[in-house]
């Protein structure tokens, strides 16, 4: 046998101490190495995530180590999540999974411990209520999945300060009313990009006010599976979304059904098109009015986020990049194109380019410009006494015309008309009768026969008349005229025929 060299007088074996120093730092580097980094029982860990599915547990493990940063407790009977569930702060933790257990019931701080959290499952449930402030402590999440529960009822600060939210899944529940004003003011949820409500109980929602949306949000607001009352706003919102390629429109055009009054059916939202009842009629894509000498500003309605690029061409085929016709043409920074001081020229259909993530988009949009300035209320109210006051002074013009016009024959002009009597002057009026011709043909006054001396206008008496003319002899001497000093007053019988 061979034997090993011997040492040297007086000197020790000598043992390396390498590989004792490594696995000495793995150990204390490994985090199940560590004191109180023991897996929880009946948990499997690999570095910082605990799989706990399906362990049959009734309540969380404990405890928990620090360090964990996924934290799966799905398929379990974990049927209330209390605030001490996590004694300790988890600072690490970015996702917890607790569907499929039975959960009826959330402490509104239960969440204390866990402010880093980014992902939090708690669908397939049987929560009820969506209480307030229930999830105010986690700043961070960004994904919230409660869709399979029976939630019915959602306070409107349950997701306050959510600032980072992005998804939020609630569909296939009893909701009835959910506070979409979430989604109007901007500022609750202002990074919400994806928003299901779908198999629901919905029964009406304010289709004017989600077309205000932005398109990216509008793609992803799932509505389908709800009993919404059929309603023309309703179509025209959802038909703008088919016209835009939206997928939450267009991947589940067979779901999206509504009431019809009278209906015990269901009938699809999208074929309301003409049909009655409602009739209802398809909406343009975009389109703005405006005035001349307004400030309009037309939006770049794109359904993609991360927008690489966009520009903007006008009627006439200029592309605007920037300022343009003397500041007259601005590129906003958000995409929008602003258009000041508007001018009959400047109507048309504009067109938005945008270059997506994915793919390119057009969109246009549609500006009408009417040739009147919109004045305000002062100016409406003295525009409409001008008016009133002309056609008063219009309708006196006409009666002074018609019935203080004098004679238009030549040879009355030097004729002198006997004054009327002293006593007859109270029944002279401004307003006086037209002279009753019977002919078509004018004739001097002189060869018009005068009426009786003692009789005037409707057969009353007249006590001082004008002395009879001579007859004229002729076809035209038929014609009678009234007398000219006989004017009926404004009390009179005679009408007047304006």
Same mark, same amino acid.
């Given at each position: 046998p061979v034997m090993p060299p011997s040492c040297p007088p007086g000197e020790a074996m000598r043992v390396p101490m390498w590989p004792l120093s490594l696995l000495l730092a793995l150990s204390l580097l490994s985090p199940w190495g560590s004191a109180g980094g023991s897996c929880p029982p009946r948990c499997v860990c690999a570095s910082n995530l605990l799989s706990c599915s399906q362990a049959n547990l009734s309540a969380v493990p404990a405890p928990l180590p620090r360090f964990t940063a996924v934290l799966d407790l799905s398929h379990n009977n974990v049927t209330r999540l209390r605030a001490d569930w996590a004694p300790a702060r988890l600072p690490h933790l970015h996702a917890l999974l607790l569907s499929h257990n039975g959960?009826?019931?959330?402490?509104?701080?239960?969440?204390?411990?866990?402010?880093?959290?980014?992902?939090?499952?708690?669908?397939?449930?049987?929560?009820?209520?969506?209480?307030?402030? $229930?999830?105010?402590?986690?700043?961070?999440?960004? /994904?919230?999945?409660?869709?399979?529960?029976?939630?019915?009822?959602?306070?409107?600060?349950?997701?306050?300060?959510?600032?980072r939210l992005r998804k939020l899944y609630l569909g296939q529940n009893r909701i009835a009313r959910f506070p979409l004003e979430l989604l109007r003011e901007g500022t609750r949820l202002p990074q919400l990009a994806l928003l299901d409500l779908s198999a629901n109980r919905l029964r009406a929602v304010p289709a004017g006010e989600l077309q205000a949306l932005p398109a990216w949000l509008r793609d992803r607001l799932y509505l389908h599976n709800n009993p919404l009352a059929c309603d023309c706003l309703l179509f025209q919102l959802l038909d703008r979304g088919r016209r835009r390629h939206l997928s939450a429109v267009e991947d589940f055009q067979d779901e999206l059904r509504c009431f019809l009054p009278g209906a015990s059916a269901l009938v699809k939202i999208l074929d309301l098109a003409g049909k009655q009842p409602l009739n209802c009629s398809k909406a343009r894509e975009a389109v703005l009015e405006a005035h001349l000498g307004d400030t309009v500003t037309l939006g770049c309605d794109s359904r993609w986020q991360g927008v690489r690029s966009r520009h903007w061409v006008t009627p006439g085929g200029e592309r605007v990049l920037?300022?343009?016709?003397?500041?007259?043409?601005?590129?906003?920074?958000?995409?929008?194109?602003?258009?000041? @001081? $508007?001018?009959?020229?400047?109507?048309?259909?504009?067109?938005?380019? /945008?270059?997506?993530?994915? $793919? %390119?988009?057009? #969109? &246009?949009?549609?500006? #009408? /410009?009417? %040739?009147?300035?919109?004045?305000?209320?002062?100016?409406?109210?003295?525009?409409?006494?001008?008016? #009133?006051?002309?056609?008063?002074?219009?309708?006196? $013009?006409?009666?002074?015309?018609? &019935?203080?016009?004098?004679?238009?024959?030549?040879?009355?002009?030097?004729?002198?008309?006997?004054? @009327?009597?002293?006593?007859?002057?109270?029944?002279?009026?401004?307003?006086?009768?037209?002279?009753?011709?019977?002919?078509?043909?004018?004739?001097?006054?002189?060869?018009?026969?005068?009426?009786?001396?003692?009789?005037?206008? %409707?057969?009353?008496?007249?006590?001082?008349?004008?002395?009879?003319?001579?007859?004229?002899?002729?076809?035209?001497?038929?014609?009678? !005229?009234?007398?000219?000093?006989?004017? *009926?007053? !404004?009390? *009179?019988?005679?009408?007047? !025929?304006?």
């Open positions: 959960l009826a019931f959330v402490s509104t701080e239960a969440f204390t411990h866990v402010p880093r959290l980014r992902h939090l499952d708690l669908s397939s449930n049987r929560l009820r209520t969506l209480d307030e402030n $229930l999830f105010s402590d986690l700043g961070e999440l960004e /994904v919230l999945l409660l869709y399979n529960n029976e939630i019915s009822t959602v306070d409107r600060t349950a997701f306050e300060n959510l600032g920037g300022d343009g016709g003397n500041g007259s043409v601005v590129l906003l920074a958000n995409g929008s194109l602003q258009l000041r @001081a $508007l001018r009959p020229e400047d109507g048309g259909t504009y067109s938005c380019w /945008v270059a997506g993530p994915l $793919l %390119n988009e057009t #969109l &246009y949009v549609e500006l #009408l /410009v009417h %040739n009147f300035t919109l004045h305000g209320p002062h100016d409406t109210l003295n525009t409409a006494y001008t008016t #009133l006051v002309g056609c008063i002074l219009s309708v006196v $013009l006409v009666l002074i015309y018609l &019935y203080l016009t004098p004679c238009r024959c030549c040879c009355c002009r030097g004729t002198e008309k006997p004054p @009327a009597p002293r006593d007859d002057s109270i029944n002279s009026s401004v307003l006086s009768t037209t002279p009753n011709h019977a002919g078509g043909t004018g004739e001097p006054c002189g060869s018009h026969i005068a009426s009786s001396a003692g009789t005037g206008q %409707n057969g009353r008496f007249k006590g001082g008349g004008t002395p009879p003319l001579p007859a004229r002899q002729g076809p035209k001497a038929q014609r009678k !005229v009234s007398d000219p000093d006989s004017v *009926s007053s !404004v009390f *009179s019988d005679t009408p007047i !025929v304006v």
